[in-house]
């Protein structure tokens, strides 16, 4: 069990795993100089660091070490700034930069050509990168929606919140 060494100031000077039995008395007495207190401590919650914080608090008392936490949220633009990042993420997950570019260098090239001179396939192809664009639009309206929400939810990263993806 862990316990605390407490020294004459009534300060933390370090801690010790020892089994409670094995501590003698008098080192378990606050009667000066150093000595042992048994610390509780539930242990660091669960949090989303992208959007909440988290302070440990250690109280000292004369029985014991009580260690608590606290959460609490991030400013309102790092909470926007991670769930922009998410979209990011999920957008350069699925058509990473190169992937993005030979869309658009091929578009050009199906623009330049012109719709009414395609061939089947070109406009299979074209209508492929058209649902890519509408996935990456859509991905892009689930982040404005969550970036609005009061508060965004910690599990914004949850599918649920995102459009499913598209293929290509």
């Known amino acids: 069990m862990l ?5 004459e100031n009534l300060s933390i000077a370090g801690y010790r795993d020892v089994d409670p039995s094995d501590v003698p008395s008098h080192k378990l007495r606050s009667d000066g100089g150093k ?6 401590d ?3 919650p669960n949090f989303n660091a992208m959007l909440e914080t988290v302070a440990k608090t250690v109280t ?18 790092e909470q926007r700034r991670a769930v922009k990042a ?7 997950e699925r058509f990473p930069e190169w992937k993005q570019a030979n869309m658009t260098a091929r578009s050009v090239e ?6 009414q001179n395609w061939t089947t396939e070109e406009a299979q192809e074209a209508a492929a990168i058209q649902s890519a664009w509408d ?26 919140y995102w459009p499913s993806a598209v293929g290509l």
Request: aromatic share 6%; hydrophobic share 35%; no cysteine.
């Open 3 to 7: 316990h605390a060494v407490i020294d």
């Open 35 to 40: 000595f042992l207190r048994p610390v509780s």
């Open 42 to 44: 539930p242990g660091q």
């Open 60 to 77: 000292v008392e004369t029985g014991q070490v009580i260690v608590s936490y606290s959460i609490s949220r991030r400013s309102e633009d």
């Open 86 to 92: 998410e979209a990011g993420r999920r957008i350069l």
């Open 110 to 115: 199906l623009i330049r050509k012109g719709e």
């Open 135 to 160: 996935w990456v639009k859509d991905v892009q309206t689930a982040s404005d929606a969550l970036e609005s929400a009061q508060p965004i939810p910690v599990d914004f990263t949850d599918d649920g």
